[in-house]
């Protein structure tokens, strides 16, 4: 895709930050497309809008027809335009296609629970999550959700604590024979505890592979210091 598809209504877009290792994405809207330069409505935070340091990391992540697309910004800076201040965005060239996923995945196979809003309401939804990584999941349910819907999936890290994770549907295929959707849903904030789970989780199919277990003494519980790679 190329910058000209911004101006199409249907696209859904997104700033991805990332500085000290932490990475967060903010809501945003394409104003106006100019020849590559692409004009941003601002993110806000306590009624003030946020600019960004120099030695943070920007990619601008667009939704279209189903796929996931990114283009890296050296800079952010604001602009006016027709007297509106903005984000300035320069997005030259194709979009490279994003992996929002290519953190470690681990294979789930269980049931858990996805909260969506539908016709108004709040509503809780078992579903079956195929994989989970520190950036999203794939699940599958029998019922239509939309593409760009807003998720929230409860996760059961332990007997006693449950982590919840907000994400958006990026992708839906359906088939037929079974009757079933298949959702790919990439996660909005990244969460420490997330990625620890995941890599006890990792290790536990580690140590059953070696014929090993930590239920039985035999691996050392420990938590490792878990910092979320920069993308």
Known sequence: MTSED??????????????????????TSVIDVDDGLVFLEPAYENGKSIGFPADCEISLLVIY?????AWKQE???????????????????????????????????????????????HKLLNVLVHDLS?????????????VSRTVRINIAISEEEKLSVGGLIIRKDYNEERKIYTYGCHFSDRNR??????????????????????????VEEYIPEFVPDKQ
């Open 193 to 218: 505890r997330l990625g620890e789970y995941i890599m006890l989780k990792q290790r536990d199919k580690q140590a059953q592979k070696n014929g090993r277990s930590r239920k039985n003494g035999n």
């Open 134 to 146: 520190e950036g999203g999941m794939c699940f599958v349910d029998t019922g239509a959700l939309d």
């Open 6 to 27: 911004l101006k199409k209504k249907d696209i859904k877009v997104s700033l991805q930050i990332s500085l000290h290792h932490i990475t967060r994405e903010l809501p």
């Open 65 to 69: 027809e189903n796929n996931l697309y």
């Open 75 to 121: 800079t952010l800076p604001f602009v006016k335009r027709d007297r509106t201040e903005c984000y300035l965005a320069r997005c030259f060239g194709e979009a490279e296609h994003y992996n929002r996923r290519e953190s470690y995945r681990i294979f789930v196979g269980e049931t858990m629970e996805v909260g969506v809003y539908k016709e108004g309401q």
